[in-house]
């Protein structure tokens, strides 16, 4: 076992809950975020069921731009066919007080795995592993969901995990860890550390073929950042996501095309990402002295929203929040500097958001049009004092 002793409340609980339904052949669907952290946990969970001699029915990730963030009723009406099955999420979930309810009234078992902040009390799920849950007493609360799912894994398999699968897992660990933006210390720093040492040598066909592409030895020289934006780049179209299917893919060369469209696509995003950043700094010329960048338009995608948020807060040391403008609601991520935290933010505006969640420095909200401009005013207070 990695790291501390003492365990994360309901591990234990989970673990003994999968191999259950492993043993009894149930239906298992997991149910994961469509960035890098929720992909490669959805992943890792599903070759350590594999591992048991187990299967899953269907993996799901919903697509951020139709969807917006967690479970959303759209895929509980397509998936209640299914029930009764085990509902495992990863990377969201903890939010979705609603969904879990009608969730388990289709007949579904939910297990939540998730590492983001409960803000609005708990979801009625079977299980819950959530180190910010108010319950636990896990010192560490800052790690990816990945890590999570990694220490989850471990306790499935237990001695039953070679060294080389534990490798494999621990690769995709850390690519998680480092894309999610959780602050690089503690255990995140030691699954980053032993998952890139692992990764020169890895035998996951996708990420060798990323190695293969970018060249290996520049892996720790900026092609590392490549690899994490084109596995983040990938789509998530009706509920099928392109990473997740290109990092269980067995195939050495369909692996090395489909990479490579990743690396494109990338790139094309870039490009976006630089128009937007661009625009954004033109408008910000024209109001200096506000305390935050609250910028949004219809022509942008919600899924470069983070990208942008993260580059305007770094260069101006503000607080960026930066959204997809609908027709009634808006959509979109926040990007913070270290020493403030936009969930505690937003909090001060929960009476009018619909939805809002994620890290201290990292996070997203739903709220109306009409409430955009009191939303803006609010958080310029907040981060004014």
């Not at 999420?89 to 939910?110: S, Y």
């Amino acid at each position: 076992m990695l790291f501390m002793k003492h365990k994360i409340k309901n591990l234990e609980k989970a673990s003994e809950r999968i191999k259950k339904a492993v043993l009894n052949k149930e239906r298992i669907i997991l149910y994961g975020d469509s960035d890098l952290d929720g992909i490669s946990s959805v992943v890792i969970l599903e070759e350590a069921i594999k591992s048991l001699g187990g299967s899953i029915d269907s993996a799901f990730f919903p697509d951020r731009e139709k969807d917006g963030y967690g479970v959303n009723l759209n895929a509980l009406e397509i998936l209640k066919d299914k029930a009764p099955a085990l509902f495992i999420t990863l990377d969201l979930g903890i939010g979705n007080l609603k969904e879990i309810e009608t969730a388990n009234k289709m007949g579904f078992e939910v297990l939540i795995i998730d590492h983001h902040e409960t803000l609005f009390g708990m979801p009625n799920a079977s299980i819950i592993v959530d180190p910010k849950q108010e319950s636990d007493n896990y010192p560490f609360k800052g790690m990816a969901n990945v890590g999570i799912t990694f220490k989850l894994c471990e306790e499935i398999l237990g001695d039953k995990i070679s060294k080389s699968l534990r490798n494999s897992f621990l690769e995709l660990t850390a690519l998680g860890t480092i894309a999610d933006m959780v602050p690089q210390v503690d255990e995140n720093q030691k699954v980053i550390e032993e998952g890139l040492r692992s990764l020169k040598n890895t035998f996951r066909p996708a990420l060798r073929a990323f190695l293969d592409i970018l060249g290996e030895g520049s892996v720790f020289e900026g092609s590392l950042q490549k690899i994490i934006s084109a596995l983040n780049a990938s789509e998530s179209i009706n509920y099928q996501n392109e990473s997740y299917f290109l990092l269980i893919n067995p195939s050495l060369e369909k692996c090395k095309d489909m990479a490579q469209h990743l690396i494109n696509e990338s790139q094309q995003k870039q490009f976006k990402v630089k128009e937007i950043t661009q625009e954004i700094e033109r408008r910000i010329m024209q109001k200096p002295d506000e305390e935050v960048v609250f910028e949004g338009d219809p022509s942008w995608k919600l899924t470069l929203a983070g990208s942008v948020a993260s580059i305007i807060s770094q260069k101006y040391e503000k607080p960026a929040f930066i959204f997809k403008k609908g027709d009634k609601e808006s959509c979109g991520s926040v990007r913070n500097p270290k020493g403030t935290n936009s969930v505690e933010a937003m909090k001060t505006c929960a009476d009018f958001l619909l939805t809002y969640g994620g890290h201290a420095q990292a996070s997203g909200f739903r709220v109306k049009n009409e409430d955009l401009e009191k939303f803006k005013e609010r958080l310029n207070n907040y981060f004014r004092k």
